[in-house]
C-alpha cells in the first residue's frame, strides 16, 4: 500500500525554500510588512530588535520569510554562540556597515563656516556621509553665504545645508541666515564663540572653556589661560585628537549636525 504525504499541495503552489542567516549584531535587514530597514541590534527569545539610520528600534519575530537582506526574502535564525556581543559603531553612534562603499555624491551639500568645523565634522561623521553620498565643504565667512546659495541654486534634488558659528537671535549672523533659508535651503547653528567650544572640557581634561575678555582674539585667550603655547593650529590639534567620538562634543552641535543630514538625504 502506497504512503501518501498528508500535504496535498501540489509542487508547483508550495513556497521555495529560502535561505537562513544568522541574526549577527549589525546585519541590515527589512521587515517588507512595515517597510522597516534596519541593522540588527539584539537577538532574544524568537525576535529580533532593529535600529534604524535615525535611532529607531522596532522588535520583529523571526517568522520563516520574515524579512528581506538585499532584496531576497530570507529566514532569520538565532547566531550561534560566541558570535559578536554588539555592533560596532561609527563616531557618530551609527551602527557601521563593514566594507559598504562610499555613495556617488549627491548634488546637495553641507557647508560649514570653517576648516575647524569640516575636520571635526569629518572626523566625527565622516562614514555617515560618505555612505549617503554627502560632501562637506567650507565658507570662510558667513558673509559670503548669500552669493554661494545664489550660485548654487538649491531645489528639490540638489537641497543645501549650511552650519554657523554662534547663530544667535538679532545678529548678524542671524539676519543673513533668515535671508537665505527657503524650503531647500537650510540654515542652523550653534550657539558657541568658536567650533572649539563644542568640544567638552571633559575630553580635554579641564573643568570649563575660559571666559575670553571683549575685544581679545577668541583662540588666543583661550591658550593663554589654559597655558597652551600661543599656536592656535597647534591648539586646534591638540583639541581635535581628543575627540573620539560624539560622546566628546555637546548636545547643541550634534543636534545640529544631524538635522543638516536629515535634511539634505530627505
Known amino acids: 500500500m502506497r504512503q501518501y504525504s498528508a500535504d496535498l499541495t501540489p509542487p508547483w503552489k508550495k513556497p521555495k525554500p529560502v535561505p537562513e542567516v544568522p541574526a549577527e549584531p549589525g546585519l541590515v535587514v527589512e521587515e517588507p510588512g512595515t517597510g522597516f530597514c534596519g541593522a540588527v541590534i539584539r ?7 532593529l535600529e534604524d539610520r535615525f535611532g529607531k528600534h522596532r522588535v520583529f519575530p523571526m517568522e520563516p520569510r520574515g524579512f528581506l537582506l538585499e532584496g531576497r526574502a530570507v529566514t532569520l535564525v538565532r547566531p550561534s554562540p ?9 563616531a557618530s553612534g551609527s551602527v557601521a556597515v563593514p566594507g559598504a562603499r562610499a555613495r556617488v555624491a549627491r548634488a546637495g551639500r553641507i557647508y560649514v563656516e570653517g576648516r575647524h568645523d569640516a575636520e571635526l565634522v569629518e572626523k566625527v561623521w565622516g562614514d555617515d556621509l560618505r555612505i549617503e553620498g554627502v560632501v562637506v565643504e567650507y565658507l570662510e565667512g558667513v558673509d559670503d553665504l548669500p552669493s554661494i546659495v545664489e550660485s548654487f541654486a538649491p531645489g528639490p534634488d540638489a ?3 549650511v552650519l554657523v558659528d554662534h547663530l ?8 543673513i541666515a533668515e535671508s537665505v533659508t527657503s524650503d531647500h535651503a537650510l540654515v542652523v547653528g550653534h550657539p558657541y564663540i568658536d567650533i572649539w567650544e563644542a568640544v567638552k572640557p571633559s575630553a580635554l581634561g579641564i573643568t570649563e572653556w575660559p571666559r575670553v575678555p571683549r575685544g581679545q582674539d577668541w583662540k588666543t585667550g583661550v591658550c593663554r589661560a589654559l597655558g597652551w603655547p600661543e599656536n592656535t ?8 585628537s581628543a575627540v573620539h567620538s560624539y560622546k566628546d562634543l555637546e548636545p547643541e552641535l550634534l543636534g545640529r549636525v544631524e538635522e543638516l543630514i536629515d535634511f539634505v538625504t530627505a
Not at 537577538?43 to 530588535?49: D, H, I, M, S
Not at 544667535?168 to 539676519?175: D, F
Request: charged residues 25%; hydrophobic residues 35%; aromatic residues 6%.
Open 168 to 175: 544667535v537671535p538679532g545678529s548678524k549672523e542671524w539676519r
Open 159 to 161: 537641497r543645501l545645508g
Open 233 to 240: 593650529g597647534a591648539a586646534w590639534q591638540r583639541i581635535l
Open 82 to 90: 560566541g558570535g559578536p556581543a554588539r555592533p560596532a559603531r561609527t
Open 43 to 49: 537577538c532574544e527569545a524568537g525576535t529580533v530588535t
